[in-house]
């Protein structure tokens, strides 16, 4: 087959289809060819009609498509162009023509590449905090309700942890904001570095940090916590080459089937951070929300 050689020649992977239904069912597949060359006149369905097919889906990657048809008419040119090809070449076609045609569709695909790369890139960006690398406010929120939601349907609890960096402004104070932007790195990566694959850690707020705990009733959230409390206060921090002996106040909840909102368990985990704070600060504290006002 001419066309078969040439593609071959000019290095490209070939996948052939016998008919349109085929061709179909070959682009619909996750790992597609990224350039499609249909002839306009198939079995089951036409080049036109795979062309359509294929747009309606909105199938990312982006496939390029060139009809290939012994039509030069004005109404079938604009007929492929409207069914979703991208180019089109008649028959008999020069080969150097071919080339160059499928040297531009692949430019399109390179760039429709770079282009899905820096949207997943914004995307990432948006759902992280810069500073620590961890999910951000939105994100490690949009975590816990997801959880919630789950572990309610499976009639499991869901372990909250709230967080908060003792005496946190006397240390930007003291050793300058380089110092408190040190600080909260190494806090995330120690908390990172203690938990079970599948639990979630974000950084919540200025020196705050939110813990996710699946499948966690209270005391073991609880001892998650104190583990998390010791890690952090056992070992000292190297910040602008001064040690530091940072440490943590920690709140605890669990949902425990009793509700879905996530904010409604937060509130409760911050008030088991006040009790903390109150009781001297590096501690952990913990909480049911029947035990809580806001029940």
């Not at 990224?34 to 309606?56: F, N, Q, Y």
């Not at 960096?165 to 110092?179: E, L, P, Q, R, T």
Request: charged letters at 25%; aromatic letters at 6%; glycine letters at 6%.
């Amino acid at each position: 087959m001419l066309l078969r050689s040439a593609l071959q020649r000019w290095g490209y992977e070939v996948v052939l289809a016998e008919n349109g239904a085929q061709a179909l069912d070959i682009l619909a597949e996750p790992d597609a060819p990224s350039m499609a060359i249909l002839d306009w006149v198939m079995p089951h369905l036409t080049g036109p009609e795979v062309c359509r097919k294929i747009r309606e889906t909105h199938r990312e990657p982006y496939t390029y498509i060139l009809l290939l048809t012994s039509k030069n008419t004005k109404n079938e040119t604009v007929e492929g162009l409207d069914a979703g090809a991208d180019d089109y070449i008649v028959k008999p076609f020069d080969e150097h023509e071919l080339r160059v045609r499928l040297r531009a569709g692949k430019r399109i695909i390179d760039l429709q590449m770079h282009l899905m790369q820096a949207r997943e890139e914004l995307r990432e960006r948006a759902n992280k905090d810069l500073l620590t690398m961890l999910p951000n406010r939105s994100a490690i929120a949009a975590a816990l309700e997801q959880e919630i939601a789950r572990c309610h349907r499976d009639r499991r609890s869901v372990g909250v942890i709230l967080l908060d960096i003792d005496h946190f402004k006397s240390i930007n104070d003291n050793y300058g904001h380089f110092a408190g932007d040190a600080v909260l790195r190494e806090t995330a990566c120690r908390l990172r570095g203690n938990m079970r694959p599948y639990d979630q850690v974000g950084r919540y707020g200025g020196e705050e940090f939110l813990v996710v705990l699946p499948n966690c009733d209270l005391e073991q959230a609880t001892m998650q916590a104190e583990r998390m409390r010791s890690v952090l206060h056992s070992t000292g921090m190297m910040v602008e080459g001064a040690e530091l002996q940072v440490s943590a106040s920690f709140g605890v909840t669990v949902s425990d089937g009793l509700g879905r909102n996530p904010d409604l368990f937060v509130r409760v985990a911050d008030e088991a951070l006040y009790q903390a704070k109150a009781s001297g600060r590096n501690c952990v504290r913990s909480r049911r929300l029947q035990e809580s006002a806001l029940a």
